[in-house]
């Protein structure tokens, strides 16, 4: 059931990076061996973040059900990450299935398997790790009716491509929900063979299951499709709502997370102030689908974090948000907690500050601490078009922001612009150059001379990609010739001096746009890709475009059905079966009100 | 001679074992910090554009090698006692990483990276083969041969200042070996490096079937006067 330290390891001499697979980090919570020899009881769940360690460990999702589950006497929660190439290629040749971190429990014996589904790019990584631990990958081949295979996060908002591979689907806040459905997974457990009836087992749990709010079964659902690959019709024609929890305060922030014993991509104490954001900007899918706005009390956030400080002996905090600088008492959290240093130098990161809002005072107090870099998102050059997509930021804030910035002494701005946005011209390409000139102007005017040698700006251009759930949803995405025109352009005229800039491939965004609004037959096309061999997609280096044209072709669909095209405002959405809180003719309005501009 | 210091320096020495030998050097670095900031020892910091913490580690030890001899020689801001200070920093520490002394340096040392001269390294190995011998000589012949083998590369003879072996009434050997961890004034060393030997031993192990069971990093060293001491030794 699960494997000797004595086995991992042999199976590690030679991986990089072993620390990975070790477990053993401090603040860990699942129950011990002992505890579950003594209560078989239990119910077994195993947190999966499908992409490395390094990757999944910052994540705070993972970390507050981690965290509640294990409050729970009667519920276990392990985790798991994507084993890194060298140690699946390992795994499979030992025939050693992948187990969780904890107590090394092989991933079939666990009852429930939660996936984390951050993002589109993660979805083969899924499919591979079911793999790995020996499990079908589509449900109806799977049969046994444990491991309950679930997933939630962010993309699953559309459950619809992995809607073949999960038993269930969990949308929006887990807090609550995670509680639910363990207790009815806890009570069917207890419930005789007998009194079950023989095939109905698995159906009636996840009846239960369903009950939850929040839960899509997508057994419960059928999808009707028209000849073109539109949907006609999904029956029943009822909505699964969202899970939201009201009042934020319920949940304290996790003052004891794990921490990581290898150096991961954000090392620090990370700290939820507000969960939702009030901008709508019209691109934006975690703005609509984690509404409404919820803000944690200060005072009680303040000893929270000091504890959590004092708890992990991290040298930096984050706050985050979709828009910190909209958290009401952002400047009072600031100055309590870098007031109350337990020992050294404390810095203080806001990943998601707005530069409209951003002022003085608070880049003082920031500044107290070691300096961090700072990141601006005009997304879009031209006033027009931050305008059509409802970005509130003038050129004149941005570069008094800038101002600010460099007259305090910063001298690495990061700038995040987006091209191939609905109804974009010519003239907003041209404009993005216009306003980094200016950044740069600003720059030469404040910074002086003998220190402009470090003055830096990074451009980060990604290509625009309509999403669920928002006014731009209906939206075309711009074809790859398209982006790569603009993109040469950009870089072409763009200043060579201070510039660093970078882009995210058009082919991986074509990809992330047809999985996001794909329907159940993307499904087979993420199978068809995973066998051909595609995994961490999100990675660079790993991300193989022909691999996906491949599968698109073999499973006979269309990639540009999913991406390019523009959708009807009255083709049924693969995803409308989901109330994520955010009324349909709200997001065609708002659609409309960005054409009129 | 050694300037006298008001600093309270602290040289301690710790274990890393079991699962988190895995663990880099810098790994430790930082679970090492972040304990000490857990248990409120306030470590000095230096006075740089970035202040970085006074604390400094022996040589990085290979990954996959427990060590029962790791140092670290850390500043403290108060004048917590060696004592007090190992027992509160242990509180927060994992069982695989304790402290198991420490002493306060009453004059500026030079770092431990610069000071150390040899590492001690202990090999386990089981010579009772694929093939069960009952003739011990037969395999104490073989280790004398390995033994010599490892002398006569030229390569590890110039890296290594000594090797012993220790029997054992069982089929397992303890192979000793004491390596350079740095070029020595007057001596024509090479510096001991570990995984180019470890691969090179390795085949030497398949070929006279002797099995490795572990490996440790049994010791540091500082050669004082001809004598052997460890860090904590000489202060």
Redesign the interface.
């Known amino acids: 059931m699960n494997l000797e330290?004595k086995e991992l390891e042999n199976i590690?001499?030679g991986i990089e990076?072993?620390?990975r697979?070790?477990?053993?980090e401090?603040g860990i919570k699942g129950k011990s061996k002992d505890f579950l020899k003594n209560h078989p009881d239990t119910v077994l769940s195993v947190l999966a973040f499908p992409d490395i360690y390094e990757v999944g460990m910052p994540n705070s999702g993972i970390q507050i059900l981690y965290q509640i589950i294990n409050e729970h006497p009667g519920f276990s929660a392990e985790r798991v990450y994507a084993p890194w190439i060298d140690f699946e290629a390992k795994l499979r040749k030992e025939k050693v299935k992948l187990f969780s971190l904890e107590n090394r429990i092989f991933l079939d014996c666990f009852d429930l398997i939660g996936f984390n589904a951050a993002h589109e790019m993660l979805y083969t990584n899924i499919l591979n790790m079911l793999d790995l631990a020996g499990i079908a990958v589509n449900c109806k081949d799977r049969k046994n009716i444990f491991p309950l295979v679930c997933a939630g996060g962010s993309a699953t908002v559309n459950p619809q491509p992995l809607s073949k591979f999960m038993d269930f689907f969990v949308v929006g806040d887990g807090e609550e929900a995670v509680v639910s459905l363990l207790e009815k997974i806890r009570y069917f457990k207890k419930i005789p063979d007998n009194e079950k009836g023989k095939n109905a087992g698995k159906e009636l749990l996840l009846r239960e299951i369903s009950k939850v709010d929040g839960v899509y079964v997508p057994a419960f659902f059928k999808v009707y499709f028209n000849t073109d690959c539109s949907i006609k019709e999904i029956e029943p024609d009822i909505k699964v709502k969202k899970a939201v929890i009201g009042d934020l305060n319920d949940y304290e922030i996790v003052t004891e997370p794990v921490?990581p014993?290898?150096?991961v991509v954000h090392?620090r104490f990370s700290v939820e102030i507000m969960r939702g954001c009030a901008r709508g900007c019209r691109f934006c899918q975690a703005g609509f689908v984690n509404r409404p706005v919820r803000q944690r009390n200060a005072k009680n956030l303040v000893n929270q974090c000091i504890e959590g400080l004092?708890?992990?002996?991290?040298?930096e905090i984050s706050f985050t948000s979709l828009s910190s600088a909209d958290y009401s008492q952002l400047e009072y959290l600031i100055t309590n907690i870098s007031n109350s240093q337990?020992?050294?130098?404390l810095s203080i990161s806001l990943p998601s500050l707005r530069l409209d809002s951003f002022n003085f005072k608070l880049a003082e107090l920031i500044l107290k601490g070691?300096k961090t870099g700072l990141t601006f998102a005009p997304e879009a050059g031209s006033q027009r078009l931050r305008d059509i997509i409802k970005k509130d930021i003038s050129q004149e804030d941005l570069l008094n922001c800038m101002e600010i910035a460099f007259s305090r002494g910063w001298d690495k701005v990061k700038l995040y612009f987006m091209i191939g946005l609905p109804f974009e011209e010519q003239e907003d390409i041209e404009a993005i150059i216009v306003l980094i000139n200016k950044v740069i102007d600003k720059a030469m005017e404040i910074i002086p001379g003998n220190k402009m040698g470090r003055f830096q700006v990074n451009v980060s251009i990604n290509a625009f990609c309509p999403k669920p759930f928002t006014p731009f949803q209906w939206a075309p995405q711009d074809n790859i010739a398209k982006l790569k025109n603009k993109f040469g352009y950009i870089s072409k005229n763009i200043p060579r001096r201070f510039v660093k800039l970078n882009w995210t491939s058009p082919e991986k965004s074509k990809v992330e746009c047809a999985l996001a609004r794909g329907n159940t037959f993307l499904g087979d096309v993420i199978e068809n890709a995973w066998k051909r061999g595609a995994k961490f997609d999100n990675w660079t280096d790993y991300f193989n475009f022909d691999l996906w044209t491949g599968a698109f072709e073999a499973e006979g669909c269309d990639i540009d059905f999913y991406a390019t095209r523009e959708i009807p405002s009255d083709e049924v959405l693969p995803w409308d079966m989901i109330d994520i809180g955010v009324k349909k003719e709200y997001l065609l309005k708002e659609y409309r009100a960005a054409k009129k501009l | 001679m050694l300037k006298v210091t008001t600093e309270n320096i602290i040289r301690f020495k710790f274990l890393k074992r079991a699962e988190y030998k895995f663990l880099s050097h810098l790994d430790i670095l930082r679970l090492m910090t972040r304990a000490l900031s857990r248990s409120g020892i306030i470590v000095k910091y230096d006075k740089g554009f970035n202040p970085r913490p006074k604390i400094s580690f022996s040589n990085p030890i290979p990954l996959g090698v427990e060590s029962l001899a790791e140092y670290c020689d850390l500043v403290l801001e108060d004048d917590t006692s060696a004592n007090e200070f190992t027992a509160s920093v242990n509180l927060q520490l994992p069982e695989q990483v304790k402290i198991i002394s420490a002493k306060r340096v009453p004059y500026k040392v030079p770092s431990l990276m610069a000071d150390i001269d040899l590492i001690l390294y202990v090999f386990k190995i089981n010579i009772a083969g694929s093939t069960f011998s009952e003739n011990f000589m037969a395999e104490n012949e073989k280790v004398v041969k390995l033994k010599e083998k490892i002398e006569g590369e030229t390569n590890f003879s110039k890296s290594i200042f000594k090797i012993d072996v220790e029997y054992t009434d069982k089929n397992i050997i303890f192979l000793k070996i004491l390596g350079y961890a740095k070029i020595l004034k007057d001596v024509n060393n090479f510096i001991f490096k570990f995984n180019n030997f470890l691969s090179f031993f390795s085949e030497i192990l398949k070929e006279f079937e002797f099995i490795l069971d572990s490996v440790i990093k049994q010791e540091t060293y500082i050669l004082q006067n001809g004598f052997l001491k460890n860090p904590l030794e000489v202060v």
């Open positions: 330290f590690l001499a990076k072993p620390g697979y070790i477990n053993h401090i921490i014993n290898i150096q090392d004092k708890n992990t002996g991290y040298d337990c020992s050294g130098p070691r």
